[in-house]
């Protein structure tokens, strides 16, 4: 493995990433992009040997923007490291094309473990995720009506939860106020819920309010 990208928006994490791997990865050299603009361009100017992604990046742009590496690069393996945990995310991300899903809160050495098997063309998911991983192989229905919901569905509604308005979500999205007004219906008809206070229970009380 010759070079890796790092996607990330905080700098200290970029920072962090290439002193963990420095030992391991020794003779490695980085990209670096704070934005889906820059690893964009970052990804378009080369074939990187793994991507690193922070898939919260843009209020979770980078969900779209793993799938944007993914159209333009199919090969080159994405290692999702990520603050927002699996029962929200692993497997939107892994549809995605992820090669592998791995949380900030995991340990040093099951972070190094993830990249050296996704570098070399593998997988890499915990147990539990592989358990739920294999529960979708086998088309069981969702177990949760969150699950009913697109990836933009998703993220609206986690901003719902969240207590943005529907100004405030079109502003950090870049989208219109009558498009939020839309998503927000469209989860409402799916989900069952009648209005926005259902809307935060559900989220408050699953975690998914960052």
């Keep these: 493995m010759e070079r890796i990208l790092l996607i990330d928006d905080h700098e200290v994490v970029r920072i962090g990433l290439k002193k ?3 030992d391991a990865f020794s003779t490695v050299k980085y990209g670096e992009a704070s934005s889906p603009q820059e690893a964009m361009l970052l990804a378009s100017q080369q074939d990187w040997d793994l991507v690193i992604l922070e898939i919260s990046l843009g209020h979770n742009g980078g969900l779209d923007l793993l799938k944007q590496i993914k159209r333009l690069r199919p090969k080159m393996p994405v290692l999702v490291l990520t603050e927002l945990g699996e029962q929200q995310y692993a497997l939107r991300a892994i549809k995605a094309g992820a090669a592998g899903y791995v949380t900030k809160v995991s340990y040093v050495t099951e972070l ?6 996704v570098a070399q063309g593998g997988r890499y998911v915990s147990s ?3 358990e739920t991983l294999s529960e979708h192989l086998n ?3 969702a177990e949760s009506i969150h699950d009913l919901l697109s990836d933009r569905e998703f993220q609206v509604m986690r901003l719902i939860g969240g207590g943005k308005t529907v100004s405030e ?3 950090l999205l870049a989208i219109s106020d009558k ?9 409402l008809e799916k989900t069952g819920m ?14 998914f309010v960052d």
């Design 20 to 22: 963990i791997f420095a």
């Design 112 to 117: 190094l473990q993830a990249v050296k098997k």
């Design 128 to 130: 539990s995720l592989a």
């Design 139 to 141: 088309d069981k229905p």
């Design 169 to 171: 979500i079109a502003l």
């Design 179 to 187: 498009t939020v007004s839309t998503y927000r219906a469209r989860i």
């Design 194 to 207: 009648k209005n926005n206070a259902e809307l935060i229970r559900y989220v408050v009380e699953r975690g």
